[in-house]
């Protein structure tokens, strides 16, 4: 087929959008079951124009259809037909064979359509008509829209008498049109009468091409006010846009710096300067924004599809169409998406006969929402389906060796529950054996966590599962944590980023060991294989065993030095303060210890991609301008792990030491953070429920009427007191104190506490009944104390039900 | 297409060259590729990375690679610049891309005739300091043009990350 190929591509690139606009309204017809004329005017529109150019371009297989699909969506916006279930079916299927051909345009004229173009046929046939026993009302429909008179509305009925005498230059319109209407509907209704085809064929042809033009002229002129606008832009303009917007502001900024306060007409000039150019850059990065909602739609196909296939009735539900997100992301999580929809319809959501024998509605529902909190994006794939059962999933783990026994015994229900994104826990048979998902979950999840999401996971067996995505809301913006070496700051990227360990005088040189030619550390009973992140900087080759023995053993000889020294002082009387910090961070499975000078804290950093020169250096994934204005390198854990040779040295040895815990009795292992909040009471809080712990100064406290506030990264944020909801001792106020921030929060809250005691794993046997009272799970004995569990969610359900929002 | 095809052959138009010194020579660049000259810029070190890369600078917000000519002449590195500060020349847009070089001193804009710009490879029987610069890969040095006192080497700064542009990536 010999075609300019820039004219195919952009028409296949409009035709797609055409399609997903279309699909876009059936899915608003399905949802609501009402079609306005409008919406019909839009499909008609939007399959003329693919019909158009497909002739033009010499793909007559979608000319074809398209045509077919004009030709009864004609009758339909001529009310010669009424929409009904099976136009709307056989409409969406040939919407998706359209999809389907786009996809392999080369090939879409070999494409087998006559079945649904007969289907289409069949049903257009039905609708009287235009020249049929009644002609006046028929024949008054194609009039008014051939009529150059746009401004009548299009479903006011005139009669053709009243149009002729109007427009009496349009009687010669008319006639050959209703032949040619008359003559499809009679070779679609019956393919026999041949005789008087030779006349109204040509009219027929005639009256394909010119007319439909017309029409569409007076659609477009009806509709066109109430469309929004668009235009097509480069993507590399907007960056520079983009960038050109950020220098403006640092411009700004350095006006601001030296104009003159004192000058009345040039602050306010300044003021405006400074408010335009932040709006200017607001709406700029607006630009990439786009609703999620396109993304969304194409799903109510996908489940559409699937719930065919699997013979099961599935309702689709998206929530939050709205929400937007930086096009990259929304790129990226397509595929994701896909195989979540794909695994809740499949395996989530049961037959029918079961869904009745189990007393559930049988139109499964599988819920999309997303929606904004605490600067992050959450989209939940949500099925009322049969969830997930803890056993299957043990007995496969153990079939597939993934973990052993006593690990598993270990291990919390949502621990176990998130085993299934695990790599190798997905292959072919488990997934149709284990209660339901499975299908390349670990896929999911590192293509989520490749740009800086995070996947979790919730499920009640018989009630259904739900999956939790974190995305960020632009790629280009990513928390981070600042850290030093030498002279030189680095980024390390938040979602890297497990926990960060201070060592204080003599454990500073004692608690990091050696292993072979490695240096360990021993965090709550795994090894952490660490890494000088000086080292790493200074070696460009590839660490191998010689590198790595050196250096331990330099360093194991500072260590003995320092050791040397720390005594020699303690001993004279002037003790020296040693202190070592070190990030934990994760890559993929792996996690290490980055060894690191200081910590700076947390920035929100603007990621700058490497130069082409110096692209193929493992060790960094991009570069920032840090606020004072210095360039900062980001680090990439995985290129640092693979770098420094690091593997995972922890290898279950460890755990499997460990006494086994049974669960019989009802002692679980749980990681909580223990803290008291003045007095000697211990609490202790879910670690999976908290999101960060920040230092607060109780002075920085505001009070509003009876609740306090206070601002965190700019955002004002809820104070929560553990007295205000439980009846515990009243905090003594210290000048310091601790801020709890929890993990699935929609508002901005925080608990605030006087002390951390420690965080860890700890056998828990809950005692419900000792201590009872809303927002506290029960007591537990830890460290030899007795702790009252807080739930969170509960307490803070307690203190600010309405304004808490209830988090599901 | 690039300016020593068109300007060299219109001989007797004058170049504005903006001037600058590294390990006491005199060098030149077209002052119209040249978008700023920045003193005491703070350069972040980029570890591994290729000897003639002395690492990151911030121009208002954008971020630029500046490159060490010393190491792509092999000049003797006077002082070994690992981060900390220096006198950077900042090209334009018109350069293929922004980047910056790390220069001794930035010295004065000077005026040349295109005609006296002696190509090196035009003429085997130049003086030692050309010689010396031959070593210079992938006609960064475009010519040497004597002046009053000394010879300005006068560079091409389109050249100076053409050899990275020639590896892998290229952007399309």
């Not at chain 2, 001193?105 to 035009?122: G, H, K, L, P, T």
Request: proline fraction near 4%.
């Amino acid at each position: 087929m010999e075609t300019d190929n820039d004219i195919l591509a952009e028409y296949i690139e409009e035709s797609r959008e055409h399609l997903s606009h279309v699909e876009q309204i059936f899915v608003e017809i399905q949802k609501t079951g009402e079609v306005s004329p409008g919406s019909i005017n839009d499909l008609f529109r939007a399959i003329h124009t693919i019909k158009g150019s497909a002739g033009f371009l010499g793909l007559t297989g979608i000319g074809t259809l398209t045509h077919t699909m004009e030709s009864l969506l004609d009758s339909l916006r001529e009310n010669r037909l009424s929409m009904t279930e099976q136009i709307t079916e056989a409409l969406i299927e040939g919407t998706d064979i359209l999809n389907d051909m786009f996809d392999d345009v080369d090939n879409s004229n070999n494409r087998d359509t006559s079945e649904l173009i007969a289907l289409l046929k069949n049903l257009n046939s039905s609708a009287p008509a235009p020249a049929a026993p009644k002609p006046a009302p028929a024949a008054a429909a194609p009039a008014p829209a051939a009529a150059p008179a746009p401004a009548a509305a299009p479903e006011e009925k005139r009669s053709v008498a009243d149009v002729l005498n109007q427009f009496p230059e349009l009687a010669q319109y008319v006639t050959p049109e209703q032949q040619a209407e008359a003559a499809k509907a009679a070779t679609a209704s019956a393919p026999a009468p041949a005789a008087p085809a030779p006349a109204p064929a040509p009219a027929a042809a005639a009256s394909a091409a010119p007319p439909p033009t017309a029409k569409k002229d007076a659609v477009q002129a009806t509709e066109g006010s109430k469309h929004e606008e668009f235009l097509r832009i480069r993507v590399d303009i907007l960056d520079r846009l983009m960038m050109l917007a950020g220098e403006l502001v640092l411009v700004r900024n350095q006006q601001l710096m030296h104009s003159d306060q004192a000058d009345a007409t040039l602050r306010s000039i300044t003021q405006s300067l400074d408010s335009v150019t932040t709006e200017l850059q607001e709406t700029i990065m607006r630009t990439r924004m786009q609703p999620i909602g396109t993304v969304f739609s194409r799903f109510s196909r996908v489940v559409r599809e699937l719930s065919r296939k699997l013979g099961k009735n599935i309702d689709f539900v998206t929530e939050g169409d709205e929400v937007e997100l930086d096009k990259n992301i929304l790129e990226a999580i397509g595929d994701p998406l896909t195989h979540l929809v794909r695994n809740a319809c499949d395996h989530g959501i049961e037959r029918p006969e079961d869904r009745k024998a189990a007393g559930k509605t049988d139109p499964g529902r599988v819920t999309l929402s997303a929606y904004h909190e605490s600067g992050q994006i959450h989209v939940d794939i949500k099925d009322n389906g049969k969830g997930m059962n803890r056993d299957v999933i043990r007995r496969k783990v153990l079939e597939k060796k993934l973990k052993t026994e006593d690990e598993l015994a270990r291990m919390s229900e949502a621990d176990l529950l998130n085993l299934i994104f695990l790599p190798g826990f997905s292959t072919a048979q488990v997934i149709t054996d284990v209660s339901g998902r499975g299908v390349g979950m670990d896929v999911v999840k590192t293509g989520v966590e490749k740009f800086g999401g995070t996947v979790s996971l919730t499920s009640v067996e018989g009630e259904g599962s739900t999956v939790k995505l974190r995305l960020p809301l632009t790629l280009a913006i990513i928390p981070s944590l600042i850290v030093q070496s030498g002279n030189e700051r680095f980024a390390i990227p938040q979602v890297n980023l497990e926990e960060l360990v201070c060592l204080y005088d003599k454990d500073a040189f004692t608690r990091v060991e050696c292993a072979g030619a490695r240096e360990v550390f021993r965090l709550r009973d795994t090894l952490l294989p660490m890494v000088r992140l000086k080292e790493a900087l200074a070696r460009e080759k590839m660490f191998d065993e010689d590198a790595l023995s050196m250096v331990t053993e330099q360093n194991s000889e500072i260590r003995k030095e320092l050791a040397d020294k720390y005594k020699e002082a303690e001993e004279a009387g002037h003790p020296i303060h040693y202190s070592l910090n070190f990030a934990v961070l994760r890559s993929g499975n792996l996690r290490f210890g980055l060894i690191i000078d200081h910590i700076h804290g947390s920035e929100e950093i603007v990621v700058k991609p490497m130069h082409r020169a110096v692209k193929s250096i493992a060790l960094y994934s991009g570069a920032t301008v840090l606020g004072d204005g210095k360039v900062a390198m980001i680090l990439d854990a995985t290129g640092l792990a693979r770098h420094y040779n690091v593997r995972d040295v922890s290898g279950g040895r460890e755990d499997t030491k460990k006494q086994k815990t049974t669960m019989d009795d009802g002692t679980e292992l749980r990681s909580l953070l223990l803290f008291s909040n003045g007095g000697n009471e211990q609490f202790g809080v879910s670690m999976q429920d908290v999101k960060r712990v920040e230092a607060v100064e109780t002075a920085a406290i505001e009070k509003i009427g009876s609740q306090e506030y206070i601002t965190l990264d700019g955002v004002s944020t809820r104070v929560v007191r553990l007295e205000d909801g439980l009846r515990v001792q009243s905090s003594s106020q210290p000048e310091n104190m601790f801020f709890l921030i929890p993990q699935n929060a929609r508002k901005p809250y925080g608990l605030l506490i006087e002390k951390l005691i420690d965080s860890g794993h700890y056998e828990v046997k809950l005692n419900k009944d000792s201590y009872q009272a809303d927002g506290v799970e029960g007591t537990a004995l830890i460290k030899k104390k007795m702790t009252v569990l807080v739930n969170l969610e509960q307490l803070m359900h307690l203190v600010d039900g309405m304004w808490y929002g209830g988090q599901v | 297409m690039s300016y020593e095809d068109t300007d060299t052959a219109a001989a007797g138009s004058t170049l504005q060259m903006c001037t600058f010194r590294m390990a006491n020579r005199l060098f030149g660049v077209n002052i119209l590729d040249v978008k700023e000259v920045n003193e005491n810029t703070n350069v972040t070190p980029i570890y591994h990375a290729p000897p003639d890369i002395c690492g990151y600078i911030n121009i208002r917000g954008q971020i630029l690679l500046v490159v060490n000519l010393r190491e792509t002449f092999g000049f003797d590195q006077g002082h070994k610049v690992a981060g900390g500060t220096g006198k950077v020349v900042v090209f334009k847009h018109s350069v293929d891309e922004p980047f910056g070089i790390l220069v001794d001193e930035v010295c004065d804009v000077v005026s040349v005739d295109q005609s006296r710009i002696v190509d090196r490879r035009a003429n085997e029987m130049t003086s030692d300091a050309v010689k010396e610069f031959r070593r210079a890969k992938d006609g960064i040095v475009m010519g040497v043009c004597p002046l009053e006192r000394e010879l300005l080497l006068v560079l091409n700064a389109r050249h100076i990350l053409g050899k990275y542009n020639s590896k892998a990536d290229k952007v399309a």
